[in-house]
């Protein structure tokens, strides 16, 4: 069974840093894209970042660009999204994915369409 965990949300102030982590069971993450997305209650869904299954390249969506960072765990099946100056508005509900291929992450955004597993998500608050 195809399984992603999110690990490591919690509540910080702003202007804080958190890192979320994604364990994968039941397959490896390579050649597959995935991508971190977050989403709040009354809202669609948004993608924050990705990597490339084909050739490795990240992608970060500009509300995420400078201050997050995707990397994946040198000989591990996890993947990591570090957070830093957080602000109220980067609460949410964050979730990884797999596309069911190497593609879905481009370098002009992300194709939510192509990820088909997921994980069960971790609650990110920033609050003072």
């Known amino acids: 069974e195809k399984l992603l965990v999110e690990s490591g949300g919690g509540l910080v102030q702003p202007g804080g840093s958190l890192t979320l982590a994604c364990t994968a069971s039941?397959?490896?993450?390579?050649?597959?894209?995935i991508g971190w997305f977050r989403q709040v209650p009354g809202k669609e869904r948004e993608g924050v970042s990705c990597?490339?299954?084909?050739?490795?390249?990240?992608y970060y969506d500009d509300s995420a660009s400078g201050r997050f960072t995707m990397s994946r765990g040198f000989g591990e099946n996890t993947m990591y999204l570090q957070m830093n100056s957080l602000q109220p508005e980067d609460a949410a509900t964050y979730y990884c994915?797999?596309?069911?291929?190497?593609?879905?992450?481009?370098?002009?955004?992300?194709?939510?369409?192509?990820?088909?597993?997921w994980g069960q998500g971790a609650q990110v608050s920033v609050s003072v």
């Open positions: 990597i490339s299954g084909s050739d490795g390249s990240i």
């Open positions: 994915a797999r596309a069911d291929s190497g593609y879905g992450c481009y370098h002009t955004g992300i194709r939510g369409s192509q990820f088909d597993t």
């Open positions: 039941g397959f490896t993450f390579d050649d597959y894209a």
